[in-house]
């Protein structure tokens, strides 16, 4: 269906698909553009909306993108063979799990992989609230059905088995697509081992096709991240990339990991792929396959940007709960989902009632950007947000905790690397106090 909407100074029709209409930008992208817009008008802005890794792309992927920008023929559609080979064996090493160059895609961001396989295959899509900003706005950009499953604070917003299994048995043929992110954006939260196990076998039961977006896998804090795939491997797809873990979000460089048994949906992806972005970018390619080799050097980044993200969000946490602010303990990544209900009072005498109202007064109002609980699905009167800790120069942070070496890090380091975020959230308590 097509809704004719008639310009302002023209007689010409302009038709909108109604599954686009009343679709905003990226939330995440949107709050960036508007921090930016402030910043040129010389106010202060906090950016803690986009979830950008603060670090830079490591040395030797920089070196190998350089080596190889020369590089301009088109390649095979499902990606670079040497690139996937590269990632399968990444898999091996890394998830454990038997992973061949043929069970691999690479397309141009984990993002559009994701589209394209809710584009491909016919079922319903099944997410958990909170989720990130983009899995309903692309199902609704297909026209899938989406089924948004309700999470609680108190289970940190993790998906349960028991929900899974009460959404699933009322209709056990019918096709369905799980998401499932961890750690999480945007709470930061991980799975047990004992639950992942449990749901892998509710999505066993009802054969669904299980997206295991692990795109914040590797900046889990501990380095202990285990993929479903080791327990539902014949219905897994992994979702990953270099834009959270290796630092290159603008890169855009995307990949699924499939089981064979699901290669033919793989190949249809592939058609799709062929008829739209063709293959992603040769010399980004070439590049990444750098990435995921085994490298020394990118294994101490790796160390020490996870002992960095979770030496800033025990300090973040900490003033969070001497402000009373409740949330779920982050575990990987680099998100806190506070709930702010503790201050209702205080913001509805502000005027400000949902979420949404509630960060665009503290956006106008101080310079600090987070984004509301209703972008990631939850209701708006709940005044959830995400806060992305990651306003800090991730190039100094890396070259001042490896002065450390095993000690841990330090007030110094604080007062060093963190000076920014430490103030934005000086202004947060006092903006919420402050009647």
């Not at 040497?82 to 898999?91: C, G, K, S, T």
Request: net charge positive.
């Amino acid at each position: 269906m097509k809704s004719k909407v008639k310009g302002n100074n023209s007689s010409i029709g302009i038709n909108i698909n109604l599954n686009v209409r009343g679709l905003r930008p990226s939330a995440t992208l949107a709050i960036n553009e508007k921090s930016d817009q402030l910043k040129k008008k010389y106010r202060r802005v906090y950016k803690l909306g986009l979830g950008q890794s603060p670090f830079p792309v490591p040395r030797p992927v920089v070196n190998a993108l350089k080596k190889n920008a020369h590089k301009k023929d088109y390649l095979p559609v499902k990606g670079l063979m040497e690139l996937r080979e590269a990632v399968a064996d990444f898999n091996r090493r890394t998830h454990k799990i038997n992973s061949q160059p043929e069970d691999i895609m690479i397309g141009p961001g984990s993002k559009e992989l994701i589209f394209i396989l809710q584009l491909v295959y016919y079922g319903d899509l099944i997410i958990p609230t909170p989720s990130w900003v983009s899995y309903f706005p692309q199902a609704r950009i297909i026209g899938r059905h989406v089924q948004w499953v309700p999470t609680t604070q108190q289970n940190g917003w993790r998906l349960s088995p028991e929900k899974l299994e009460l959404i699933c048995r009322t209709d056990p043929e019918r096709p369905r697509i799980v998401i499932l992110n961890y750690p999480s954006n945007p709470t930061g939260t991980t799975y047990t081992i004992e639950k992942l196990k449990e749901l892998a076998d509710v999505a066993r039961k009802y054969k669904v096709i299980l997206i295991s977006d692990e795109i914040y896998g590797m900046i889990h804090h501990l380095g202990k991240h285990v993929s479903i795939a080791r327990f539902y491997p014949e219905g897994t797809i992994i979702s990953s990339g270099l834009s959270k873990w290796c630092g290159a979000g603008g890169w855009r460089l995307g990949t699924f990991t499939f089981p064979q048994n699901l290669r033919w949906l793989q190949d249809a992806m592939a058609i799709v792929a062929s008829e739209t972005y063709t293959a992603t970018s040769a010399p980004i390619q070439y590049a990444a396959i750098e990435a995921f080799r085994e490298n020394q050097e990118i294994e101490n980044y790796l160390k020490t940007s996870r002992k960095i993200l979770k030496f800033l969000a025990k300090i973040l946490t900490s003033r969070l709960e001497e402000m009373q602010v409740a949330f779920p303990k982050p575990e990987g990544a680099f998100y806190i989902f506070p709930n702010f209900e503790f201050y209702r009072e205080n913001l509805e005498k502000k005027g400000i009632f949902t979420s949404v109202e509630m960060c665009n007064k503290l956006l106008e109002e101080t310079g600090v950007a987070i984004l509301p609980g209703s972008d990631f699905g939850r209701q708006p009167e709940e005044l959830t947000a995400r806060i992305a800790f990651v306003d800090f120069d991730g190039k100094k942070a890396l070259r001042l905790a490896a002065n450390y070496g095993e000690l841990p890090l330090d007030d110094e380091y604080v007062d060093q690397n963190f000076k920014k975020m430490m103030k934005a959230f000086d202004i947060l308590e006092h903006w919420l106090t402050n009647q």
